[in-house]
């Protein structure tokens, strides 16, 4: 079956605009991660969807990031008044269930962003 | 605060050698401990994973070892390949919380014919 589809897959932005990132992912899995993978370094925690829970949205870096997801399915990263600091590779990941000994992360391939 | 240490940053190994990745980490609390392999221009993807119930898992010609007295894990790559060549993560989790987890800076292993 499908995987997680994210997109754009490259996304290059003006210092100071808004950014959307869209994820989907695999049909079924309820939950939903976004992480930020900066060059040399490893894979930040954003944001975390577990069904109809609040999210969990201590990885955020700032007031400027904000994440959504609809009907339990489709997700946005939203970054309003990019930074160059912002620049990285944004990964999405989708799991069947928290129980993560029995349901690995399955991670889109990311939208690489650049912020000039 | 890095909560897991991995190394080294980079690992250069001839084919069939034996290639080993190491991490260490602080919160006692951490109690799953995955490995994922990234190719360039895709995600990662879980390679392995184990329990601290365990002190060994294999998996074909990869193996983790781990020690909870330690509190380190290494990922053994044996008979090491050239399409092994990719970045090698290590993460760990809680039980408690989001399940989020918690990822080593990586290691970018090649593997030289």
């Known amino acids: 079956g499908a995987g997680v589809s994210q997109s754009p897959s490259n996304k290059v932005t003006e210092k100071g605009k808004d950014v959307e990132l869209r994820c989907d992912p695999i049909?079924?899995?309820?939950?939903l991660y976004w992480y930020r993978q900066s060059l040399g370094q490893g894979l930040e925690f954003l944001i975390y969807?577990?069904?109809?829970?609040?999210?969990?949205k201590s990885g955020l870096p700032s007031d400027r990031f904000s994440a959504e997801r609809t009907g339990g399915s489709v997700s946005t990263l939203t970054i309003q008044r990019t930074q160059q600091e912002d620049s990285a590779v944004y990964l999405c990941?989708?799991?069947?269930?928290?129980?993560?000994?029995?349901?690995?992360?399955?991670f889109g391939n990311g939208t690489r962003l650049t912020v000039t | 605060q890095q909560q897991v240490k991995q190394s080294p940053q980079s690992l250069i190994v001839q084919k069939g050698g034996i290639s080993i990745i190491n991490c260490a980490y602080e919160?006692?609390?951490?109690?799953?401990f995955p490995w994922y392999q990234q190719f360039p221009g895709k995600g990662p993807a879980l390679l392995i994973a184990?329990?601290?119930?365990?002190s060994e898992k294999k998996e074909g010609r990869f193996t983790i070892s781990f020690n909870k007295s330690a509190k380190q894990f290494s990922l053994h790559i044996m008979d090491s390949q050239p399409g092994d060549s990719a970045t090698y993560f290590c993460?760990?989790?809680?039980?408690?919380?989001?399940?989020?987890?918690?990822f080593g800076k990586g290691t970018k292993l090649s593997v030289i014919p």
């Open positions: 990941a989708s799991s069947q269930s928290p129980h993560r000994g029995s349901s690995p992360l399955h």
């Open positions: 049909s079924g899995h309820t939950a």
């Open positions: 969807f577990q069904g109809n829970s609040a999210p969990d």
């Open positions: 919160n006692t609390a951490f109690d799953y």
């Open positions: 184990i329990r601290p119930d365990v």
């Open positions: 993460a760990a989790s809680s039980g408690a919380g989001s399940y989020q987890l918690t």
